[in-house]
């Protein structure tokens, strides 16, 4: 075998241990940084979440004990006839743009992407919520041209995003500034005479444990405690949650802020880290002071504390593209799209069946957002 030809493998949960030192090292470097396909994260997930197994389909550089390109794969049975391929997202982790180092070639992403597509019945692969933007798309991009794959992108779309820069501070400054701003500013005045408002970033392992217990109970007060959504009603989610959390926390790479009135949490927000990137994963607030936007007032403080980070370079707030609460504090956008990718007859029934059936979910959700009187 030629020295540089890319040799993609498969590993399963069982296996994780002999690559995790590459593994982590690949997504320390990629050219854009993705927690969600992390070993720290994934670990959990696949403990406490996973519906089936989860392969890392990777390519390696063997002699060198390095990876060049990976993602976590699992079969689903989106089409109703066949199984096909799809990277491992979902609710806890809306990004799946693929680990791919600066030293990753074209050829070697092709075969990687060949070989995801060969594990699908369908032969048909879906990369949901795909950055369709940056350096790892723009490679991806050149890959898939020059192969013989057929591609497209579906659902395309785009959600809040803050951007580094030396423009920042400016930005936000702006978004301050503006109306929906100033209200934000307003409200946090009124709730400043009810007692001593207060806004604290939590950052140590033992603090994290803490403010994370604080979270699961004010979530669980709220609309999805009711619903039966909330963490604490869903056992397996708040041990993935739990023990994610801690793992992350225990490499300096989570942290939870937190908005106080006399010293009681009002809206808290849990952050992870991946290199000098912030996503916003999940966010909770006192529903009896809703009217006063607690959300927003904590974000613009989050935005501060993402600003004052040495290296930081962008935030995802990882929310639907209509979040108003994102929408008001950030004015950027993050392109993302489910990536088709496959070959022959069976990837053309695929995608049509896949586009059906995401349709009908969609117009579901919706009405049930309706029904529910949430946005």
């Not at 501060?304 to 108003?324: C, I, K, M, Q, Y």
Request: glycine share 6%; net charge positive.
């Amino acid at each position: 075998m030629k020295q540089n030809t890319p040799v993609v493998v498969a590993h399963s949960a069982e296996t994780w241990d002999q690559i995790e030192p590459a593994w982590a090292q690949l997504a320390a470097t990629a050219l854009d940084p993705n927690p969600f396909f992390t070993p720290t994260f994934l670990r959990a997930y696949q403990t406490h979440l996973a519906r089936g197994r989860i392969q890392l389909l990777a390519v390696a550089h063997p002699a060198e004990q390095r990876l060049v390109a990976a993602l976590p794969l699992h079969l689903t049975r989106s089409t109703g006839l066949w199984h096909t391929a799809s990277t491992v997202v979902g609710d806890y982790g809306t990004l799946g743009t693929l680990l791919c180092s600066p030293e990753a070639t074209c050829e070697e992403i092709a075969a990687l992407i060949k070989a995801a597509v060969q594990r699908s019945p369908g032969r048909t692969l879906a990369l949901p919520y795909h950055a369709v933007q940056g350096a790892t798309f723009e490679r991806l991009q050149h890959a898939l041209e020059a192969s013989s794959l057929q591609w497209h992108i579906a659902d395309q779309s785009d959600r809040a995003y803050q951007a580094g820069g030396p423009d920042a501070e400016a930005t936000l400054s702006q978004a301050l500034n503006s109306k929906s701003g100033k209200r934000v500013q307003r409200y946090g005045r009124q709730l400043a005479r009810k007692g001593e408002l207060t806004q604290v970033s939590f950052t140590t392992p033992e603090d994290i444990n803490k403010a994370l217990a604080d979270f699961i109970a004010l979530e669980a007060a709220g609309w999805k405690g009711r619903q039966g959504t909330a963490l604490a009603n869903q056992t397996s989610a708040q041990n993935f949650t739990q023990q994610m959390f801690r793992d992350f926390a225990n490499t300096g790479n989570a942290r939870i802020d937190a908005l106080c009135l006399d010293g009681a949490p009002i809206a808290i927000k849990l952050w992870l880290r991946q290199g000098n990137r912030f996503f916003g994963w999940k966010t909770t607030f006192d529903e009896t002071h809703a009217k006063v936007s607690p959300g927003p007032q904590l974000l613009f403080y989050s935005s501060h504390v993402n600003l004052d980070t040495e290296g930081f370079e962008g935030a995802d707030s990882l929310t639907t593209p209509d979040n108003r609460m994102a929408n008001t504090v950030w004015h950027s956008r993050f392109a993302y799209g489910t990536i088709m990718i496959g070959s022959g007859s069976r990837f053309a029934v695929s995608t049509t069946l896949i586009k059906a059936k995401t349709q009908a979910q969609a117009y579901a959700k919706t009405k049930l957002k309706a029904l529910l009187g949430r946005r």
